[in-house]
């Protein structure tokens, strides 16, 4: 990749019940002297009567996103796949680098674009197709549409890169990691014309469902409904300094791929020869305490005093994970060493730990070890251990 694109990186400035089955024990204290169980963080973002000033507020950040959507456009482009002749889908995508002795450019766009067959049941089960050999067209603004390469696609990740040709220079944009609850943003893409397509929202933390993976946020658009056009997916969500804050890539189930995963993800990328972008497999599915329902919440705090961590799902069978001892109900609390509040952290410290790693992962098939702390909800014991995880850059599979 270019040096100009490694200037721009751097600037980026239960349902499971662990008390089912058991009777109601006293609560474990770790602090006896704590008396009020603590406030959960919302899962949806909480939206007040606007006053006046807040009104006003709001009418002034809509200009200033208005005004900025048409300068930060000249880096967002539109992508069709097709097959033996056949279209398959049509998207966005978005330059992240360019090489200007090859005058060629990369493009970042969602690997849903030549997915051809979803998963039927759950997406931790497996399934899904890709057209890996399909024929790539990138429409530029200058209305041309060369034929571009598709260099590699990450199916977990849910990410794909496009070399094209370009002969003039492109921009190329600004992250920004951090992504805020109930934070400001707006969403960009290109419609079959090349027209560009804004849509006003929020950021929202939940817990996925089993049809999403767990490195996704969700943007709440403004009208309340999720926009179900395609259009959009493999564009950025960008807040009100211009910065991009993640990518779109399933705009009918509202998700995008936060920034953090996004710049980690081409980090590895580059790190492994631009071949793959490995991952750990821990062999379980989670979900976030603070994410749960407020009682459940509540619950867990009261049982064992415990309001942070992951819940463990489902453990898959003959995993690493079930000789350890984990069940499902058990809890999560730190990654080597960090403490783990949503799947997003999670994601973060794992793609960490590959990014940071000695091991060589040149060969995907093999394992690396990953300190687990885990607190067993039947024996009410916490212990902290080496779990040893297989590397792949396939989606991950839950054996039932």
């Known amino acids: 990749m270019s040096s100009s694109s490694e200037k721009s990186m751097h600037k980026r400035a239960m349902e499971a019940d662990p008390t089912s089955g058991e009777e109601q024990a006293q609560p474990k204290k770790k602090n006896p002297g704590r008396e009020e169980a603590p406030a959960p963080l919302p899962v949806r973002s909480a939206r007040p ?89 990138v429409h530029l603004l200058d209305g041309t549409s060369p034929e571009g390469q598709l260099l590699y696609y990450q199916p977990h990740y849910d990410l794909a890169f496009v070399r094209v040709r370009v002969d003039e220079h492109v921009q190329l944009p600004f992250f920004q990691e951090e992504v805020k609850l109930a934070q400001e943003v707006f969403r960009l893409g290109r419609d079959n014309m090349l027209d560009l397509r804004i849509t006003y929202g929020w950021a929202e933390y939940q817990n996925p469902t089993m049809y999403e993976r767990y ?57 492994y020869e631009y071949k793959y972008i490995p991952r750990p497999h821990l062999g379980m599915t989670f979900e976030a305490i603070k994410l749960l329902e407020p009682a459940h919440v509540e619950k867990l705090w009261r049982m064992y005093n415990i309001d942070d961590g992951l819940v463990v799902q489902k453990v898959s069978k003959g995993s690493h994970a079930e000789k350890f001892g984990i069940q499902r109900g058990d809890i999560i609390e730190c990654i080597n060493g960090k403490c783990i509040s949503t799947t997003i952290e999670l994601e973060n410290v794992l793609a960490s730990i590959c990014k940071d790693s000695s091991d060589n992962l040149n060969d995907l098939n093999v394992e690396i070890h990953v300190s687990v702390g885990v607190f067993h909800t039947l024996k009410k014991h916490l212990t902290t251990g080496e779990l040893a995880a297989s590397v792949s850059d396939l989606g991950e599979v839950i054996m039932d």
Not at 225 to 236: L, T
């Open 49 to 137: 009567a606007l006053s006046i000033d807040r009104l006003e507020a709001k009418m002034k950040a809509r200009i200033e996103r208005d005004r900025l959507a048409p300068k930060l456009a000249k880096y967002l482009l539109g992508i069709s796949f097709s097959v033996g002749g056949k279209p398959l889908k049509r998207c966005s995508g978005f330059w992240i680098d360019w090489n200007e002795e090859s005058k060629t450019g990369i493009v970042l766009t969602t690997a849903h674009l030549i997915r051809t067959k979803n998963s039927p049941v759950n997406i931790w089960l497996g399934g899904e197709e890709y057209a890996s050999h399909a024929n790539v067209t």
């Open 215 to 271: 490195h996704n946020m969700y943007f709440d658009s403004a009208g309340g409904a999720k926009d179900d056009k395609e259009y959009d997916n493999g564009g950025p969500v960008i807040d009100l300094d211009g910065k991009v804050l993640g990518m779109s890539n399933n705009s009918k189930s509202g998700t995008f791929i936060p920034s953090s995963i996004l710049l980690k993800c081409v980090d590895l990328w580059k790190k």
